[in-house]
Structures are given as structure tokens and as C-alpha cells.
């Protein structure tokens, strides 16, 4: 796993899931200059891009490679939402044409993998109602919805943080505490810390009882 942070108007943090000299792509943002040249420099097969969310942070250079791009099938219209209002409201000019790309719905029974290696996917809705996370082995990519300490917004259009909870205490109950966590924004984590010390799990799972 390979993490590379994007500069822009919400620093994001961009995965590289590798296996044997190929991988996936988590939320390349921006910079799509710097996502290009990390693969190029590694001699990587890009076999797809991974959406966790289609917020605008998340969007920017989603075009890098002629590859398949994934995101859950309720995501689709806030993908759509943000490529159209979102670089304008940045003052910035479209850098694709959305239409053009070739975008694969996904949810929680697709199977993505990299050769005998299987991706996760995890259903965790609440930060949007199609957010997804990605578990590679010992690694889970969470985007907006688990960052160390805390978790992802509830405010936007379609969030619930009703809904978040409940991801929230699916996530950390069901999987293994060494997992590692990976989010789109701040220092990765694991699951037994998040289980040990993290004020909104802790708090929603107290009241939960």
C-alpha cells in the first residue's frame, strides 16, 4: 500500500492498492500529474479507480487512466452533483468530460480483485448514502466515513448520522482490531484503537445499549 496526499482546496489522501505490479487507485483528488508519475516511476498496470464517495475532493483526476472507475450505485447522482456544480464553485474549469468516463456501479456483493487477491467491498452509508470502504487484506480504506479519533460528516445532502452510527459500530465490532484504517483526510489508525478511543463510536455505541 503506497499513500500519496493530494494537494488541493481539501487535501485528500490518495491510495495505491499494488499486488505483483498492478493496483487500483483510491480517490486520486488532484494533482493528477503526481498520481500519473507515482505509477509510471513504479512500473504499475492500473486496473481501476476506487470511489469511496463522488464528493469533489475525491474527484478531481479520477481521468488519470483509461480505466474503470467504481462507486456504489446510490453514489452515481452525487458524483454527477459534484463534477457539475463542484469545479465551478473552485473557480476551476472542468477537467474531464464525466460522460466520457467509464464509470462501473458497484455495491457490497461486486467482486474486484487483483489476480487470486480479492478487494472488500463494504457498504458504510452515512458521510453520503453510497459511501463505500475497500479491504485489502489487512488494510481498510474508509474515505470520509472513519478517520483516527473521529468520523466523517453527516451535514452534507444525503448524509444521516443515524445511518453513520450505525456503519460506525458495524465497522469496528465486526472487523478484526489489527486491521489497519486509511482515511481520505488525517493519519491512518487501526480498528482497536478506533474501538478503544474514539469519542463518536464510543458515545453511539453506549447509546446503543
Not at 508519475?37 to 481521468?63: F, P, Q, R
Not at 447522482?77 to 462501473?104: C, H, S, W
Not at 450505525?166 to 493519519?187: C, F, M, S, Y
Request: charged share 25%.
Amino acid at each position: 500500500m503506497k499513500k500519496i496526499l493530494l494537494l488541493g482546496e481539501i487535501d485528500v489522501n490518495c491510495y495505491f492498492i499494488e499486488h505483483n505490479r498492478k493496483c487500483y487507485i483510491v480517490d486520486p483528488g488532484y494533482e493528477k500529474e503526481k498520481v500519473i508519475k507515482y505509477v509510471e516511476e513504479n512500473e504499475l498496470e492500473v486496473l481501476g479507480i476506487l470511489l469511496t464517495h463522488g464528493h469533489i475532493d475525491h474527484i478531481g483526476a479520477i481521468d488519470s487512466f483509461n480505466v474503470p472507475i467504481y462507486l456504489h450505485e446510490k453514489e452515481y447522482d452525487i458524483l454527477q452533483e459534484n463534477y457539475t456544480y463542484g469545479f465551478e464553485y473552485y473557480g476551476k474549469v472542468k477537467p474531464y468530460v464525466l460522460e466520457d468516463l467509464d464509470i462501473r456501479i458497484i455495491d457490497e456483493n461486486s467482486q474486484l480483485a487483483i489476480d487470486e487477491r480479492l478487494i472488500e467491498v463494504i457498504y458504510t452509508p452515512g458521510h453520503t448514502i453510497g459511501g463505500l470502504s475497500f479491504k485489502f487484506g489487512h488494510d481498510l480504506y474508509t474515505g470520509d466515513t472513519l478517520f483516527k479519533g473521529t468520523v466523517g460528516k453527516w451535514e452534507y445532502r444525503t448524509g444521516d448520522i443515524n445511518t453513520l452510527g450505525k456503519t460506525i459500530i458495524r465497522l469496528i465490532d465486526t472487523l478484526d482490531e489489527k486491521t489497519r484504517v486509511h482515511p481520505a483526510h488525517g493519519p491512518s489508525s487501526t480498528i482497536g484503537a478506533e474501538k478503544n478511543s474514539n469519542f463518536f463510536y464510543l458515545k453511539w455505541k453506549n447509546d446503543q445499549i
